[in-house]
């Protein structure tokens, strides 16, 4: 878990000292802002904005000053981490964007180090190269509206080359499948709808279920950004609501036919996977985002063929902050 952490740079001449305090180890159907509540700068968020501001004004420095041999004192991994994304979500996350069509991405670059440290002069083009990974996810999504709503970096391990880092992302999209409840839909497998229209298709059950989660999220209005602080994976039965599995799972023999969950099914998995969110959220912090998938084991049972089906979901948390500033186009 990313904790709180004060860092001291030195030996750049328009900065004496930079202290910065980041915590991170955390669509309205018009594709826009949703608008629950409203909320004013606190003074929390103007300091915090205060000093990722210095962050990036010392990051420009270093880019307008390639000459540098140093750029001051060697960075420790995560705290290079601290710093990089919560600058990324801060210029690019808007966190009152609709999580409608929500999606997820990630990618992985190579950052070389010193006696396991980071040279100073290389922060800024960390920076751009995550700024560039971004910029690919973005890319990737064909929906007319999209909108970075956090990022997340963390250290995926250590190899000859350097630290390897995972960035990690989730848009909100103008993707999906709106957020009322009509119609059952098959469990998984894109098999969209089961009322025997052939609706839906490229699209299920955890589909529906996650925009339904998503969609009871209260987001405050206005230009805000997270804190990243973390997430939950939950597989399954691996949690119960009311008595019952919290997420759908199913295990069949011989045959497969594929579930068909109702109304009533989705709404309850949907209650399940937002108890299931709060229970594990860890305090002082808000749900970002639900991201809900199906999963499929095959095997043989005692000489037949067998399934074992379940919906897998991933919850990511975050503090939020106000921020003065909209946010940049990637």
Request: hydrophobic share 35%.
């Amino acid at each position: 878990m990313k904790t709180k952490r004060f860092i001291t740079i030195a030996g750049i001449s328009i900065f004496a000292l930079i202290s910065i305090i980041i915590y991170s180890c955390q669509k309205e159907n018009t594709y826009k802002e949703n608008s629950s509540s409203i909320k004013t700068m606190s003074e929390n968020d103007l300091q915090l904005e205060k000093k990722i501001l210095e962050f990036r004004d010392q990051v420009n420095y270093i880019r307008e000053h390639p000459d540098l041999k140093s750029g001051g004192d060697p960075w420790e991994i995560e705290d290079a981490i601290y710093y990089i994304e919560a600058l990324a979500n801060y210029t690019y996350g808007l966190a009152s964007y609709s999580r409608e069509g929500y999606t997820i991405d990630s990618s992985f670059i190579t950052v070389p180090l010193t006696n396991g440290l980071i040279p100073a002069a290389n922060i800024a083009g960390i920076y751009d190269k995550v700024v560039d990974s971004l910029g690919a996810h973005n890319d990737q999504i064909t929906a007319q509206d999209k909108q970075l709503i956090a990022v997340d970096i963390s250290l995926n391990g250590i190899i000859a080359a350097g630290a390897v880092f995972q960035i990690s992302s989730g848009f909100g999209t103008s993707n999906g499948i709106g957020t009322g409840n009509d119609y059952p839909w098959y469990w998984g497998w894109e098999l969209g709808r089961c009322d025997t229209t052939g609706l839906g298709e490229g699209n299920d059950a955890a589909d529906k279920i996650m925009e339904l989660a998503n969609d009871a999220l209260g987001l405050t209005s206005g230009n805000s950004y997270y804190d990243y602080v973390g997430s939950a994976e939950i597989y399954g039965c691996e949690y119960e609501y009311n008595g019952e599995c919290a997420l759908f799972e199913d295990f069949q023999e011989e045959t497969l036919v594929h579930a068909c969950l109702s109304t009533t099914d989705i709404n309850f998995y949907k209650n399940g996977l937002i108890y299931v969110g709060n229970l594990l959220k860890p305090t002082g912090t808000v749900v970002i985002a639900y991201y809900l998938w199906d999963d499929t084991a095959f095997g043989l049972c005692e000489g037949v063929d067998c399934w074992y089906m379940k919906h897998d979901a991933k919850i990511d948390y975050g503090i939020w902050h106000y921020n003065s500033n909209p946010p940049q186009e990637l």
